[in-house]
């Protein structure tokens, strides 16, 4: 009981804090239109989010040992959904439907989802690897006691699955309005069982949450315009996954 409310309490604060948030990024998709400005409100909101973030180093040891004592119960089969949700091979896969599905429909505005929130992914990712490989901070699960053991093996800062959800969710928010809570609260979910599967420290996933969300947003400012020059096509050969972006000059 307690696990399903800690779920749901943080579920409800996250979306909810995002998708207000997100009103100060909205953009206007009417005929593929983009501001050309940056809103003022964009700046409070870093400034905000970071704060939290760096407020949250303090309570990472706290937070991670009241989780574990009162909410850990093992994995199951939603925390291994979320797991898969925000884990790179299953999103190439759940890519490759959506592709398939676009070819049937022949709708150029999924196709430029699709291309958004791959783009939004993979810059995501490439910032995520290199705050891993440069402060090699260990996991909690790994030690326990010590929120602060940036060492020389671990790969705790940041969460790649927080930043991944959020950069891939955050463009389909962006997209389809109408589904944005269900966008953002996958996000949140993902972010939220790294916790409670003791892979990540609060910090972490925080960080995650905020480059994946003002990736996606940056995305979803610049790139929609040369939307109409880009074409992906994702396959497997031997095995082997991969994702072509083709350009036309």
Same mark, same amino acid.
């Given at each position: ?92 896969? =759940? ?28 810059? +995501?990712?490439?910032? @995520? ?8 901070? +260990? ?30 969710? +955050?463009?389909?928010? =962006? ?40 990736? =996606?947003?940056?995305?979803?400012? @610049? ?27």
């Amino acid at each position: 009981m307690k696990r399903a409310f800690f779920i749901i309490t943080c579920f409800c604060l996250l979306t909810s804090a995002y998708a207000k948030f997100n009103d100060y990024f909205r953009l206007n998709f009417d005929n593929q239109s983009l501001p050309d400005h940056i809103l003022p409100n964009e700046k409070n909101f870093a400034i905000v989010v970071g704060s939290m973030f760096a407020v949250s180093f303090l309570f990472d040891q706290s937070i991670r040992n009241y989780v574990q004592k009162e909410f850990y119960g093992g994995s199951n089969l939603f925390t291994e959904f979320l797991y898969k949700v925000g884990d790179r091979n299953y999103v190439f896969y =759940g890519t490759m439907a959506l592709y398939s599905a676009n070819v049937i429909l022949q709708n150029s505005y999924y196709n430029e989802t699709l291309m958004l929130s791959l783009m939004s992914l993979a810059v +995501t990712q490439g910032i @995520t690897e290199a705050f891993k490989q440069s402060f090699r901070r +260990t996991r909690p699960r790994h030690s326990p006691d010590n929120a602060f053991d940036f060492g020389i093996s671990g790969d705790s800062f940041f969460s790649g699955h927080s930043s991944g959800a959020w950069a891939y969710f +955050t463009v389909f928010a =962006g997209r389809f309005p109408q589904i944005r809570w269900v966008a953002y609260g996958l996000a949140a979910c993902v972010s939220l069982s790294r916790i409670y599967e003791d892979a990540h420290w609060t910090s972490d996933i925080l960080l995650g949450a905020l480059v994946g969300y003002c990736v =996606g947003r940056f995305m979803l400012r @610049t790139s929609v315009r040369y939307a109409d020059r880009i074409n992906i096509i994702p396959y497997v050969d031997m095995g082997k996954k991969y994702v072509l972006v083709q350009y036309r000059f």
